[in-house]
């Protein structure tokens, strides 16, 4: 069926390193993948997304990229701070049965260490 | 101050017994959804809802009922017929409807969350 994997369910880097979450998707009409953050008891908040039409987008110290022949995408962050310790989803725009809905990976849960 | 709000913040429940948690939007959006959230996995789609007085079974959608009489409320609501309500409800919303069969990544719109309600089952 249908399915998001996300890897890693934690990552724990030091301030000023990068991060790397991984995500593969099953369905290959996917076209869209957005990717949220979720602090603490907090609803998730969308950060970055990419559509398929591109291959790579950039914002600031985040980065997303795309490869739709392997069905996977990636997320970036560049010289982590405290403050990214979140945990991270990312999710993948299927249709299935009828209507169109978002599948999410499982999550990962990133620390940053000062 | 727009955005989506979620009441209340915590809840407990008996069990046999019936909830409703409130999910309101002021963004003006025509579509709403229903996530659950438990520990170590994903959000699961519960209903979700395109248009006012029109509403859709997700993937978990059992001992779970809605309504959307009003284009800013979707009220959820987990019955004892739920057995396991126990998790974190998130609610969200997109300016766009949820999709139509056979419709392409320019029909879709970004979901905004509210905050959440933790549901306990004592």
């Known amino acids: 069926g249908e399915n998001v994997e996300q890897h890693p369910s934690t990552l724990s880097v030091q301030e000023g390193d990068s991060a790397v979450i991984k995500c593969t998707y099953s369905?290959?009409?996917?076209?869209?993948f957005p990717w949220y953050k979720q602090e603490l008891g907090k609803g998730p908040q969308l950060i970055i997304d990419?559509?398929?039409?591109?291959g790579e987008k950039k914002d600031q110290r985040i980065a997303v990229t795309l490869n739709k022949t392997a069905k996977h995408f990636s997320l970036h962050i560049t010289e982590t701070q405290p403050e990214d310790s979140a945990v991270y989803f990312c999710a993948a725009f299927m249709s299935s049965g009828g209507y169109n809905k978002l599948i999410f990976g499982a999550g990962t849960r990133l620390a940053v260490h000062p | 101050d727009g955005g989506i709000t979620q009441s209340p913040k915590y809840l407990f429940r008996k069990e046999g017994q019936n909830v409703t948690l409130s999910c309101e939007q002021n963004l003006n959006h025509d579509a709403m959804y229903w996530y659950r959230q438990d520990p170590g996995q994903g959000l699961r789609l519960i209903y979700y809802?395109?248009?006012?007085?029109?509403?859709q079974k997700g993937d978990i959608a059992e001992g779970y009922s809605v309504s959307r009489e009003k284009k800013e409320s979707f009220p959820l609501t987990v019955t004892s017929a739920q057995k396991n309500p126990t998790a974190f409800y998130l609610c969200?919303?997109?300016?766009?409807?949820?999709?139509?069969?056979?419709?392409?990544?320019?029909?879709?719109?970004?979901?905004?969350f509210g905050p959440g309600t933790r549901l306990t089952v004592l």
């Open positions: 969200a919303s997109s300016m766009g409807p949820a999709g139509l069969a056979g419709g392409y990544l320019s029909s879709y719109n970004e979901q905004f």
């Open positions: 990419i559509r398929s039409n591109v």
């Open positions: 809802s395109q248009i006012v007085n029109d509403f």
């Open positions: 369905d290959s009409a996917s076209n869209y």
